[in-house]
């Protein structure tokens, strides 16, 4: 199993960046697909992005497509969530996960789901301000 800690969370005015980063270790990094989701106050655990090796592919959640970017360096073992353009409704933990049983051809639905995922990290919390 794979050990996640996630950092670069924080306070931001609205418009403004983030960089989250989710470090990998314990089992060999590119074996795992790697995925950011996010959980709000009051709500549902949602998909916000995910990465897959052999090969790279990724999906986004239509409430951040165009302003995150998802990406991974695999000599770090580490996947990077950029956060561009964030606003108020960004406002949420975010969670790193990851799973060794999905991988490219697993399909939008398996990728985007977190019950999919066997591997969290303890979370970051993003604070976005009007």
């Known amino acids: 199993q794979v050990q996640l800690v996630e950092s670069g969370g924080g306070l931001v005015q609205a418009g403004g960046s983030l960089r989250l980063s989710c470090a990998a270790s314990?089992?060999?990094?590119?074996?795992?697909?790697m995925g950011w989701f996010r959980q709000a106050p009051g709500k549902e655990r949602e998909f916000v992005a995910v990465i897959t090796w052999s090969p790279a592919t990724t999906y986004y959640a239509d409430s951040v497509k165009g302003r995150f970017t998802i990406s991974g360096d695999y000599g770090k073992n580490t996947v990077y969530l950029q956060m561009n353009s964030l606003e108020p409704e960004d406002t949420a933990v975010y969670y790193c996960?990851?799973?060794?049983?999905?991988?490219?051809?697993?399909?939008?639905?398996?990728?985007?789901?977190?019950?999919?995922?066997?591997?969290w990290g303890q979370g970051t919390q993003v604070i976005v301000s009007s």
């Open positions: 314990g089992r060999t990094f590119s074996s795992y697909t």
């Open positions: 996960a990851a799973d060794s049983g999905l991988g490219p051809y697993s399909g939008r639905n398996y990728l985007t789901n977190p019950g999919k995922f066997g591997s």
